[in-house]
Each structure stands twice: as structure tokens, then as C-alpha cells.
């Protein structure tokens, strides 16, 4: 099993619908969450941190479910510069306190 | 200082040859870490570094790639002997990593490879 596993997508979506990304990883000793955003031939930037209790950004909402060992991101409202790749991230099994990136999930919202 | 730097930005280089990347981070950042990323795939973890210690690396790292962070500053990336499958972006991100809390990564814009 990866450590970290999503669906690469791609998510076609229109301006203004709603659109929730899942990820799961296998460590059930995983500490910290991350979504980081990553445009087209660009690095990638944290987009949000995952806290236990869920956790709010604008538009953006991130929920943490330990016992299933899952992470969520929803995106309300969808824009056109919501288009990017969106990378789940935790801390990894084999490399300590390490950060361990999924594949990532591409969104492209079209006007 | 305005971020992570990395350099060369892009290398070609042909099967067999070595290649060495540099990477220097942030400033007062204590974290350095290197990942390799191909088209379609997020960034893949190699190796990690807390001031000048290498903490961590990939059990899938081959004994070819070595990096090293002489003073806790910038690091270098050495591929020996590279092949065809080295062929990838490298990001470099730096952190300031506190109570054990690994911090925001904060990215290079990468050193692309082609080995031909």
C-alpha cells in the first residue's frame, strides 16, 4: 500500500460548483497534514494545514478522519484560478518526521 | 532573501556522467530537504537534512545519489554514474522546523535533468 494515495482526477468542474478532494495515507501514527497546491510547471505551495478538528480558509475546508485514516479538501465556490494539482501530504513510515506528498489530484474549472 | 535557490536550473547531461546540484534555502530555515518529481507524479522524498545532520533518506534511493549539507547552509545533490530513469525535476524546500514540528515547506523552483 503507497503511503499516500489519491485520485489523480482529472476533476472537470464549472465556475462556482463545489468540489471535495479525498486522500488517504497508511501511517496511523501520522502526525501532521498538509494540502499544497501546485500550478503547471510550478513548485509546489501550502495551501493548508489539516488540524483534527477540521479547519476553515475561505473557500477552502479540511477535515482529518484518524480512524479511517483519510483527509479531505473541499473547495467551494470554484474559480478559474483554482486550476492546479493539489498534493496531499503527511508525514511519512519509513522517513520519521519526513514529508511524504501523494500524487496529487488535478482541478480544472472552466468558465 | 527571497526564497529557496536552486542552481543549475537545467542540466543535460549524457548516461554515465555525474552531475551535482546545489540548493540554498532560506536563511534562517534549520530544514533542508530534497525531492524529485516526474510529469504526473508528486514530489517523491530522497533525503532530509536538521541543520548539517542528514536525518532521513529514501530506502529507494540508490547508493548513487548522495547529498550532503557541509556547514547547515546549502546543500548539494550528487548523482554518480547518472542513467536514463534520473531524468526528473529536483526540488530542494527548507523549513524551520520547531518543537519537533516539521514546519511549512517553502520549495526551489527545481533543477531539471535529462540524461540522455
Not at chain 1, 494515495?5 to 498538509?34: I, K, L
Not at chain 2, 543549475?8 to 552531475?19: A, E, F, S, Y
Not at chain 2, 541543520?51 to 546549502?74: H, I, T, V, Y
Amino acid at each position: 500500500r503507497k503511503e499516500v494515495e489519491q485520485d489523480p482526477g482529472p476533476f472537470n468542474v464549472p465556475e462556482g460548483a463545489t468540489v471535495a478532494f479525498n486522500c488517504t495515507y497508511s501511517n496511523s501514527a501520522s502526525q501532521s497534514f498538509f494540502w499544497y497546491r501546485q500550478d503547471c510547471r510550478k513548485e509546489p505551495k501550502l495551501l493548508m494545514s489539516v488540524y483534527s478538528s477540521g479547519n476553515e480558509d475561505g473557500r477552502f475546508t479540511a477535515q482529518l478522519n484518524r480512524a479511517s485514516q483519510y483527509i479531505s479538501l473541499l473547495i467551494r465556490d470554484s474559480k478559474l484560478s483554482d486550476s492546479a494539482t493539489y498534493l496531499c501530504v503527511v508525514n511519512g513510515v519509513q522517513a520519521g518526521t519526513a514529508l511524504i506528498f501523494g500524487k496529487g489530484t488535478t482541478l480544472s474549472v472552466s468558465s | 532573501d527571497t526564497g529557496v535557490s536552486q542552481d543549475p536550473r537545467h542540466k543535460i547531461t549524457k548516461r554515465g556522467q555525474n552531475v551535482t546540484f546545489r540548493c540554498d534555502p532560506i536563511s534562517e530555515h534549520n530544514r533542508l530537504y530534497w525531492y524529485r518529481q516526474t510529469l504526473g507524479q508528486g514530489p517523491e522524498f530522497l533525503t532530509y537534512f536538521q541543520n548539517e545532520a542528514q536525518l532521513e533518506k529514501s530506502r529507494l534511493l540508490s547508493d548513487r545519489f548522495s547529498a550532503e549539507r557541509p556547514k547547515g547552509s546549502f546543500s548539494t545533490l550528487e548523482i554518480q554514474r547518472t542513467e536514463q530513469g534520473d531524468s526528473a525535476m529536483y526540488l530542494c524546500a527548507s523549513s524551520l522546523a520547531n518543537r519537533g514540528q516539521g514546519g511549512e515547506l517553502f520549495f526551489g523552483e527545481g533543477s531539471r535533468l535529462t540524461v540522455l
